[in-house]
């Protein structure tokens, strides 16, 4: 199986800061990652695919970047609706897993 | 426009069989390249991803770690997918949602997600 190792797990963040949150793979998945944030009570929602992609709709503070084993995932300037929890998920081989998720906190 | 319903009891006991339903709606479950498949929330953790079926029935892909206790299987005729869970236990008490994949791409579709609480 492909761990995925999601770094890290909370952040302290302020409205318009600049976030970065990293996920390793155990070994490479090409560019086969895609990145969730996730509200309370509610399914995930793709923000980037194939580790750059973004996903239509999604605003364009989301960025995705990486390659191999290591992915990044970074919003320009937090909003208020930002602060929530973030995933990132493999898709180059089954089992399809994912990381244990960064929760985006208030500073 | 692509949607997935999960359905089921949002109860079930000890050593008994979870049965899920997910409706799909807006696209055909016979549809060639996708797969679907189910994912599952323990309340205040991650994600883990349970199985996936191919639309022709036939290619299968389970979790190891529930293999020996997961069937997921496709109704055509109702356009809905099925997944089983046998001998459950409290730590399978869960959101469990429903998905479509692309078979050579990301999830593309969920469902809304449906708490089974295991409990006697």
């Known amino acids: 199986d492909i761990q995925m190792t999601q770094s890290p797990s909370t952040l302290s963040a302020s409205v318009g800061d600049r976030v970065t949150i990293t996920c390793r793979a155990s070994q490479s998945i090409s560019r086969w990652l895609a990145w969730y944030q996730q509200k309370p009570g509610k399914a995930p929602n793709l923000l980037i695919y194939?580790?750059?992609s973004l996903e239509s709709g999604v605003p364009s503070r989301f960025s995705g970047s990486g390659s191999g084993t290591e992915f990044t995932l970074t919003i320009s300037s937090l909003q208020p609706d930002d602060f929530t929890t973030y995933f990132c998920q493999q898709y180059s081989s089954y089992p399809l897993t994912f990381g244990g998720g960064t929760k985006v906190e208030i500073k | 426009q692509l949607q997935l319903q999960e359905s089921g009891p949002g109860l079930v006991k000890p050593s008994e069989t979870l049965s899920l339903t997910c409706t799909v709606s807006g696209a055909s479950i016979s549809s060639s390249g996708y797969y679907w498949g189910w994912i599952r929330q323990p309340p205040g953790k991650g994600l883990e991803w349970i199985g996936s079926i191919y639309y022709t029935g036939s290619t299968y892909y389970y979790n190891p770690s529930l293999e020996s206790r997961v069937t997921v299987s496709l109704d055509t005729s109702k356009n809905q997918f099925s997944l089983r869970l046998s001998s459950v236990t409290a730590a399978d008490t869960a959101v469990y949602y429903c998905?479509?994949?692309?078979?050579?791409?990301?999830?593309?579709?969920w469902g809304q997600g449906t708490l089974v609480t295991v409990s006697s």
């Open positions: 194939k580790a750059s």
């Open positions: 998905a479509r994949r692309p078979s050579s791409g990301h999830p593309d579709g």
